[in-house]
């Protein structure tokens, strides 16, 4: 458990204790890698849970970042697979399809 002092503006000597405290007479930079030239925050040092969806930008996601299988049926809105998007030539065979009773 490291302590630090802290001396508010009425002179009042606080002494705090964490494990969280590091030595600043040692090089920081090596401890915790935050200041960084390009402005780039690494992985290690962002928290669980903290990347919000209003933080990531929309072209951040591309198709190669998706995993097989993780697009599932819940996850696409209603009409919006179309027959653009369907092969020409599925095939069918074995396959039950469901068609309306034609009107006379």
């Not at 027959?83 to 034609?102: A, C, F, I, R």
């Amino acid at each position: 458990m490291n302590k630090l002092v802290k001396v508010d503006v009425n002179g009042t000597v606080h002494e705090i204790y964490s494990e969280y405290f590091i030595d600043w007479k040692k090089d920081h930079a090596k401890l915790i890698p935050i200041d960084h030239p390009d402005d780039s925050i690494t992985t290690s040092k962002l928290r669980n849970k903290v990347v919000t969806t209003e933080k990531i930008n929309e072209a951040a996601v591309v198709t190669s970042k998706i995993a097989d299988f993780n697009i599932t049926t819940s996850k696409i809105a209603d009409l919006n697979i179309t027959h653009e998007k369907l092969s020409n030539d599925m095939n069918l065979q074995g396959k039950t399809v469901l068609v309306d009773t034609p009107q006379i």
